[in-house]
C-alpha cells in the first residue's frame, strides 16, 4: 500500500517555466499548485492545443492553488478546465483582481478573439476563484477521512504572489504534514513589495531555484546603473528599449524611473520621456493603482508626500496599433532621447520585437535587460551575442546588433541564491526535505550544494532531491500534534 503524501511535478521540475505541482494526499486527493504555460527552449513543441492539453488526472484534485498570475504559472488554466477539472481556484486577494486579464490576454492570444467565447470562459473562472486573504488558514476539506488546510504568505515577487503553506491530517492513521510551496520568490527591497519571510516550519520545501547559482546587485548599484543607461541616452540622443513583462516588472521599472526623475539635477530629466508600450501592461497598471492597500510603505510614503510612482508627469502610454507604429518610427529616426518599456519580457514577441528591430542596428540606442531571458529566447540571444556585435534572428529577420545591450541583474524580481538559503535556514523549524524546482540544472546543482553544506554546519539532517529526480517522492511523516 502506498504512503502519503506524495509530490509529482507537471512542469516546472527542471526548468523556470510551465509550473505545475501536485501534492497527492490519498489516492483519491490531490492538490494543485500552478498550471503554467511552457516557454523559451524546448518549448516549440508544446505550441500548441495538442502538445498543451492536461494529460493528468484532474478527478481528484480538490483546489488548484495559484501562487501568482505570471502565465508560465496559470498559463494552462483553459486546458486544465477544458480536461474537466471542476474544482476551485484559490489565491490571493490581489492575484484575483488580477488573474482575469492575464487569462483573457492568454485566450486571445492562443485560443481566440471571439468575445462572447472569452467572456463566457471569464465568467466560468471568475465563478472558481476564491480570494483568500494572506496569513489566514482557509480549510480546503475536512472530512471523515482527511483535513487539508492552506495558508498563503507574501512572496515579494509580484503584487498578489504568495507562497503557500499547506497542512494535510489523515484522520484515520493520525498521521500529519506540513508541505510548503515558494511559488517564485522575490528579493529583498524590490520597488512597492515587501520582502518575503519564512514560514515557521515546514516538514518538507518545494523550493524554486531560478538563481540558486548567482547574487544579485544591491539596490543602489542596479539604480546607478539604470540611471547610467539613461545618462547616455540623453547624450546620445537614443532610446532605452526595455523588454518587460507586462505585469510586475513594468509597474517596479516606473516606480524605480519616477523616484530617478524625483531626484535628478540634470533639468533634461524632467523633460525625458517614459513611454509603456503596451495596452495590457498600461490595463495592469492601472489595477495595480487601485490594489494601493498591498504596497509596501515606502510606497505608501511616497503617496502620503503627493507623489503618484505609477502616475506621473513624464509617463505615456501607447494604446492602438497605429500609434505604436508612428511612436516606433519618430524614435528611429528622431535624436528626442526616451525610454520605452515594452512586453514581452524576453523579446519572443509583443511590441517591443517592432522596437528591437528598427533600433537594433544603431549604436545611438541601449537594450536594457532586467529580467530573467530563457534559454532558445530572443532576448537571451540578444544578451549573449550582442556585446560582441553578433546578430539576432526576430520573426524571420537577421538583425545585426550595433546598440548597446546592458543587463542590471539587480531588478529581478527572484531570491538570488543568498535570499533562497536564507528563507531555509530563517526557519524556526527548517524542513528535514527539500525538493527543488523553476531553475536550470546548474542553479539547482550550485543551489542543493549550498544547502548541505549549511546543513551539515548546523548539524542539521537534510536531504536535498533535484527537481529533475520527478519521480513521486513520499514526505517524512509527523504526528498530528505538529499541526
Not at 483519491?28 to 516557454?39: H, V, Y
Not at 472530512?143 to 509580484?158: T, Y
Not at 494601493?292 to 501607447?318: I, M
Request: charged share 25%.
Amino acid at each position: 500500500m502506498d504512503d502519503y503524501p506524495k509530490i509529482s511535478h507537471h512542469g516546472g521540475a527542471a526548468g523556470v517555466t510551465g509550473s505545475c505541482h501536485r501534492l497527492q494526499i490519498a489516492q483519491d486527493r490531490a492538490l494543485l499548485i500552478d498550471c503554467g504555460l511552457f516557454q523559451g527552449q524546448g518549448a516549440d513543441h508544446l505550441d500548441s492545443l495538442e502538445q498543451h492539453t492536461v494529460r493528468f488526472p484532474v478527478d481528484d484534485i480538490q483546489a488548484l492553488v495559484v501562487t501568482h498570475v505570471h502565465i508560465d504559472h496559470i498559463g494552462r488554466l483553459p486546458y486544465l478546465l477544458a480536461a474537466g477539472y471542476k474544482g476551485p481556484i484559490l489565491c490571493s486577494v490581489p492575484s484575483a483582481r488580477l488573474l482575469p486579464l492575464v487569462i483573457e490576454d492568454a485566450l486571445k492570444i492562443g485560443f481566440t478573439r471571439d468575445r462572447a467565447l472569452i467572456e463566457r470562459f471569464l465568467e466560468e473562472v471568475e465563478s472558481r476563484l476564491v480570494a483568500i486573504d494572506y496569513k489566514h488558514w482557509h480549510t480546503v476539506l475536512d472530512d471523515e477521512r482527511h483535513r487539508i488546510k492552506v495558508k498563503l504568505k507574501r512572496a515579494g515577487h509580484i503584487l498578489g504572489s504568495a507562497y503557500v503553506e499547506i497542512d494535510s491530517l489523515d484522520k484515520q492513521t493520525g498521521q500529519a504534514q506540513r508541505t510548503v510551496f515558494s511559488g517564485d520568490l522575490g528579493a529583498p527591497h524590490a520597488p512597492l513589495l515587501p520582502a518575503p519571510k519564512p514560514p515557521y516550519r515546514a516538514d518538507v520545501l518545494v523550493l524554486e531555484s531560478t538563481y540558486g547559482d548567482r547574487r544579485h546587485e544591491d539596490r543602489l548599484h542596479r539604480r546607478d546603473r539604470l540611471k547610467a543607461a539613461i545618462d547616455r541616452a540623453l547624450e546620445n540622443g537614443g532610446t532605452v528599449i526595455i523588454p518587460a513583462f507586462s505585469i510586475g516588472r513594468t509597474q517596479e521599472l516606473l516606480y524605480e524611473l519616477e523616484g530617478l526623475i524625483h531626484r535628478a539635477s540634470d533639468s533634461r530629466w524632467s523633460e525625458l520621456e517614459i513611454i509603456v508600450d503596451s495596452p495590457l501592461a498600461a490595463r495592469f497598471t492601472e489595477v495595480y493603482r487601485e490594489l494601493k492597500p498591498w504596497w509596501d510603505a515606502e510606497a505608501h510614503n511616497r503617496l502620503r508626500s503627493g507623489r503618484h510612482p505609477l502616475s506621473f508627469d513624464n509617463l505615456y502610454t501607447v494604446d492602438d496599433h497605429e500609434t505604436h507604429e508612428r511612436t516606433v518610427d519618430y524614435l528611429a529616426e528622431s535624436h528626442r532621447p526616451a525610454v520605452v518599456i515594452a512586453a514581452s519580457g524576453m523579446a519572443s514577441g509583443g511590441r517591443v520585437v517592432n522596437y528591437l528591430k528598427r533600433m537594433l542596428a544603431d549604436q545611438r540606442h541601449c537594450v536594457l535587460f532586467t529580467g530573467y531571458q530563457a534559454h532558445g529566447t530572443p532576448g537571451r540571444n540578444i544578451q549573449r551575442y550582442g556585446p560582441g556585435g553578433g546578430w539576432v534572428e526576430l520573426e524571420g529577420q537577421r538583425i545585426e546588433i550595433r546598440a548597446r545591450v546592458e543587463t542590471v541583474n539587480g531588478y529581478s524580481a527572484h531570491a538570488d541564491q543568498f535570499d533562497l538559503l536564507n528563507f531555509v535556514r530563517r526557519m524556526r523549524q527548517p524542513p528535514r526535505e527539500v525538493r527543488l524546482v523553476h531553475g536550470d540544472p546548474q542553479a539547482q546543482v550550485a543551489l542543493k550544494r549550498l544547502l548541505l553544506e549549511w546543513a551539515e554546519g548546523a548539524g542539521r539532517p537534510l536531504q536535498v532531491f533535484l527537481g529533475a529526480e520527478a519521480h513521486p517522492k513520499t514526505l517524512p511523516i509527523v504526528t498530528k500534534d505538529a499541526i
